[in-house]
């Protein structure tokens, strides 16, 4: 019976979904397959008697773990007593936190903070270095495991120095306040684990047969949590296509795959070759645009699909024109009896979505905006989810000082600063120095008036506790009754709109513990962090997405907008051309039938209307003729020519490797090695 679904899969796919014990790659571009059989493979595992719970499948969105398990139970059916583990590594570490916190001395009520929350902190901390910068750095020193003790001895230029305090002075206060940020989730269960062979043994032996969607874009940290996890066994299956690596900017290493057969032994490899996705025109101009890229292993996809309608190139005046056509072209599919979902609009710089939703909105098209968290985002919603935090982790003085004046209850910074330097002095969170105060201690530090609101403020939070324990349902109408958040925004010239999304927000919470009685308040308050899908309720919806999110998914009609140099690709500092390419093949090939690639001659971005000029990747996807600069160029390059170019001069060719009509060369000139595509240089 287990064969039946295999049957579904190809030759090579049967081969992998089929292999038991032992490491496994598969590595495949696009469309070809990959998900699908790792999916089956886990169906396949089932439906032989393996446990279900000690499989763990580890996908990259919330989106892909969640039509991963759809696709999984149609399989085999979800009647499992216990089913599969099947989510985010993110999600991963949170579970494993849940249990294991208190092997670092921490409670496990922590809250995750969002990328926001980070900023903010990292602002009180350090005003003058860019808020963007702290971030990364600090992001990038937890995924290379470096404390902040050795980021200091490393660090040569002063400005390091200085980011590394603010590292060290960030991680304490994340400590004393138990928050963690999106990288402990990876880095805390790796320290736990590291730390502790018998627990790591334990939990290794746990998930015997684990499996890995899109690891070209997992980072070393989670390469070494893989290791861990696999260090009782080697039934570590992985998949990934080196052409789309597209978090390079995050820390993700295409090392991870290219080096997977070293790092573990005995790997079986397959190769996936067909393309059942695109049809033949749309991976044709898929396949030219990534023969660009010097960077990668060179494979070739091959179309199972018939040749299709060709690629349409749109060229609008300006944004307005763009989302009209857009607009129109999607009427006319759904019109045709095409369904929302079938249909996808795809942007690399987010802040396009803005026209494209204004357009949508007015045109009565229901659509969703795909990763973003942007009803979290808001500020009375993330008023609400501070007052949660306060509620179930009351160490978390950043969530008090974010609401302990909203309502206004006249408590003034400088009275929240008095609060602040006693809690640090005393190395006790802000609400246990309410607590244990007495009126008149209190009294001394913030004045009578203060003191009194912040009792009163304490013991509706304490009251509030003792409700949740008692009943879930009653919380949010005493929450309300204690606080009047939502009337406080009554009179508010948006305040009809603000209302709406607090009870939107409290429908959720009704919900969430409708659906899930045995979770607690924080198991929302970190599920939200981590963004969950609701895919019901919008299955019929148009998507929108950044190219990012829209990874690992496919539709069958697609259109990309914003394909302008600038835009797509970015260009200029730290942009990096190549992970820009990748981008545009992740893009291209998310289509299934029809493919529409949209540019303008201007857009209007932040705050002042530019003049753009087309993207490079319509000439090199071989959508439009000739390019920007670019010549025809037909001779021939081979190793030892000697070229001459316009600014380097004289140069002997090294390497030569045919890219579209040109050549990518690597040319020794005068010692300096430079790659310069063909149409560049001139014989000698
Ligand atoms: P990506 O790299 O974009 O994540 P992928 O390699 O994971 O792509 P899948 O999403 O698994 O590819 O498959 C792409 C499409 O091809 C899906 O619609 C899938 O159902 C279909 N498909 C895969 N293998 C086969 C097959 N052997 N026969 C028919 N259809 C297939
Ligand atoms: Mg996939």
């Known amino acids: 019976m287990s064969e039946i679904f295999l049957s579904g899969l190809n030759e090579s796919q049967q081969k992998a979904a089929k292999h038991i014990d032992g490491s496994l790659l598969i590595l495949a571009g696009a469309g070809s397959g990959k998900t699908k059989t790792i999916t089956t493979r886990l169906a396949y595992l089932i439906s032989i008697g393996i446990d279900p719970t000690s499989i763990l499948t580890l996908t990259f969105t919330n989106k892909a773990a969640t039509e991963m398990r759809e696709r999984a139970y149609a399989m085999i059916g979800s009647n499992m007593s216990t089913p599969p583990i099947l989510c985010t590594f993110h999600k991963f570490g949170l579970l494993f936190l849940k249990f294991y916190m208190s092997e670092l001395k921490r409670k496990n009520n922590f809250i995750i903070i969002d990328t926001d929350d980070k900023k903010r902190i990292l602002r009180t901390i350090e005003k003058d270095i860019p808020v963007a910068m702290l971030v990364s750095e600090i992001s990038k020193y937890k995924n290379t495991l470096l404390t902040p003790t050795q980021v200091k001895a490393g660090a040569e230029l002063k400005i390091y120095q200085q980011i590394a305090d603010v590292y060290e002075k960030y991680e304490n206060y994340l400590l004393k306040n138990n928050l963690v940020d999106f990288d402990d989730l990876l880095l805390l269960p790796y320290k736990i684990l590291s ?17 890995v969607d899109e690891y070209q874009d997992t980072n070393e940290l989670q390469y070494k949590l893989l290791r861990l996890l696999c260090m009782t066994h080697s039934n570590l299956c992985v998949v990934g296509d080196d052409d789309q690596s597209i978090y390079g900017w995050r820390g993700a290493t295409i090392k991870n795959i290219l080096n997977f057969t070293e790092h573990f032994e005995n790997t079986l490899v397959v190769k996936l070759e067909e393309n059942y996705r695109s049809t033949d025109t749309i991976l044709d101009h898929a396949n030219q645009l990534i023969e660009h890229n010097r960077d990668r292993l060179g494979k070739r996809l091959i179309g199972t699909r018939a040749k299709g309608d060709s690629v349409r190139v749109y060229e609008s005046h300006d944004e307005n024109e763009e989302t009209r056509k857009i607009i129109l072209d999607v009427k ?26 204004e357009g949508f909105n007015k045109a009565g098209l229901n659509y969703k905006l795909v990763g973003g968290m942007k009803f979290y985002e808001r500020a009375e919603i993330k008023d609400l989810i501070a007052y949660f935090r306060i509620i179930t982790n009351s160490y978390d003085n950043f969530s008090f000082k974010r609401i302990i004046n909203k309502p206004k209850r006249g408590i003034g910074k400088t009275t929240v600063d008095k609060l602040e330097a006693k809690s640090v002095e005393l190395k006790k969170p802000i609400f246990e120095i309410i607590d244990e105060f007495s009126p ?14 912040l009792k009163v403020f304490l013991a509706s939070i304490l009251d509030l506790k003792d409700t949740l324990e008692e009943s879930k349902m009653r919380f ?12 406080s925004f009554e009179n508010l010239p948006d305040g009809f709109e603000r209302q709406a999304n607090i009870d939107e927000f409290y429908g959720y919470v009704r919900d969430y513990f409708i659906q899930n009685p045995l979770l607690e308040l924080d198991n929302f308050l970190n599920e939200i962090a981590l963004g969950t899908e609701d895919t019901e309720l919008e299955n019929e919806a148009i998507s929108m997405m950044s190219i990012h999110a829209s990874k690992g998914l496919e539709y069958k009609n697609l259109f990309i907008i914003g394909m302008e140099e600038g835009f797509f690709p970015i260009v200029g500092d730290g942009s990096d051309t190549e992970e820009e390419r990748r981008l545009g093949y992740v893009a291209f090939t998310r289509a299934m039938d029809n493919l529409t690639c949209s540019f303008v001659h201007s857009r209007f971005y932040k705050g002042k209307r530019t003049s753009l000029l087309k993207s490079r990747f319509l000439a090199e996807s071989g959508l439009i003729k000739g390019s920007l600069m670019i010549q025809q160029q037909s001779s021939s390059y081979k190793k030892g020519d000697l070229v001459q170019h316009k600014i380097f001069g004289m140069g002997r060719v090294q390497k030569a490797v045919k890219a579209g009509k040109d050549f990518k060369l690597t040319i020794n000139f005068g010692g300096t090695k430079r790659d310069i595509l063909s149409a560049f240089v001139e014989k000698a």
């Open 195 to 211: 730390n502790n062979e018998a627990l790591a043994k334990e939990t290794s032996g746990k998930y015997q047969y684990i499996m």
């Open 332 to 357: 006319k599919l759904l019109d045709s009896g095409v369904r929302g979902r079938d249909i996808a609009v795809l942007f690399r710089v987010n802040a396009l979505s803005r026209s494209l939703e």
């Open 440 to 453: 008149d201690e209190l009294n001394a530090i913030v004045g009578k008036k203060n003191s009194r609101t």
């Open 476 to 487: 949010l109408d005493i929450f309300e009754d204690t606080f009047d958040f939502r009337a």
